[in-house]
């Protein structure tokens, strides 16, 4: 019984991968770009990330399922993929280094751990009304904002 639900449990995922396989497929067509292994394991990757990755942490994930796969592959993927606003790029404050995500084209904003940089997202916009009230205030017109908060993190504090 336990070896038929591990089956099950394990064909689930492999139709779930395929599935988002073939979404990333779409939107790599869509967007006027070939579909290549690299294009679509990186978008799985920040895909299922919990919080914004680094090109060498995507590369390390990316390693594991491509074995011949290169940094500057990653790279090169990376900046197509964000000239086509696939994924979205940002730095943290005193970090010279870019981290990646899908986009999923909402609104969002991030709690960031100086210590670990761990990045938490924050659902709803907590400055969205204020943004609106300084922008007619000013008559200027908003392409659109980030609020990046820095801070400790809870498993920082305690250590």
């Known amino acids: 019984m336990i070896g038929k639900r591990l089956l099950t449990e394990t064909e689930e995922v492999v ?3 395929m599935m988002d396989a073939e979404r990333y ?6 967007t006027g770009l070939k579909n290549t292994k ?3 394991l990186v978008l799985h990757i920040l895909d299922h ?8 942490e995507i590369f390390l994930c990316l390693k594991k399922i491509e074995p011949s796969a290169n940094l500057s592959t990653v790279y090169r993927t990376l ?5 086509k606003e696939i994924v979205l790029k940002t730095t943290l404050m005193d970090d010279s280094k870019s981290r990646y995500e899908f986009n999923r084209r909402e609104h969002k904003h991030h709690l960031v751990c100086i210590c670990c940089n761990h990045v938490i997202p924050v659902m709803g916009c907590p400055i969205d009304e204020y943004a609106k009230s300084l ?12 609020l990046e908060i820095y801070g400790v993190c809870g498993r920082c504090k305690k250590e």
């Open 38 to 40: 690299a294009r679509i």
């Open 79 to 83: 900046e197509t993929l964000l000239k």
């Open 49 to 56: 990330a919990s919080s914004p990755m680094a090109a060498d």
């Open 135 to 146: 922008c007619s205030r000013e008559g200027f017109e908003p392409a659109g904002h980030r």
């Open 15 to 17: 139709r779930r991968d």
């Open 25 to 30: 497929r779409r939107l790599l067509t869509q």
